[in-house]
Nanobody, 130 residues
Framework: EVQLQASGGGLVQAGGSLRLSCAAS????????IGWFRQAPGKEREGVSC????????YYADSVKGRFTISSDNAKNTVYLQMRSLKPEDTAVYYC???????????????????????WGKGTQVTVSS
């Protein structure tokens, strides 16, 4: 059974950092692409960062480029999202997700549409105070 567990959210002041973790079970990253999405109150879910298993490409939304870094530890079957220089507008529930059937898509393509992801973990709340 494919499962994803996101953790690491919390309350942080603007300019601070957080590292989100997504522990995966029931599959290996070789055959799944992974993405981080977020949803703020009243807004649609949006792709923040994705990594494609097909070519290892990564994608970052313009709003987080240069501040967020996606990485993975295959030995731990865990994907991370390092978030630095956090802004109040980064406040949202963050979700990790995995795609098997569209794993050959590029990272940028995957992140464009949450419906491309096949499995979702429960979200973790990130709140950035000003």
């Amino acid at each position: 059974e494919v499962q994803l567990q996101a953790s690491g959210g919390g309350l942080v002041q603007a300019g601070g950092s957080l590292r989100l973790s997504c522990a995966a079970s029931g599959f290996t990253f070789d055959y799944y692409s992974i993405g981080w999405f977020r949803q703020a109150p009243g807004k649609e879910r949006e792709g923040v960062s994705c990594v494609s298993s097909s070519d290892g490409s990564t994608y970052y939304a313009d709003s987080v480029k240069g501040r967020f870094t996606i990485s993975s530890d295959n030995a731990k079957n865990t994907v991370y999202l390092q978030m630095r220089s956090l802004k109040p507008e980064d406040t949202a529930v963050y979700y990790c997700a995995a795609s098997h059937y569209r794993r050959l898509y590029s990272a940028s393509h995957l992140c464009q549409d949450p419906s491309f992801m096949d499995y979702w973990g429960k979200g973790t709340q990130v709140t950035v105070s000003s």
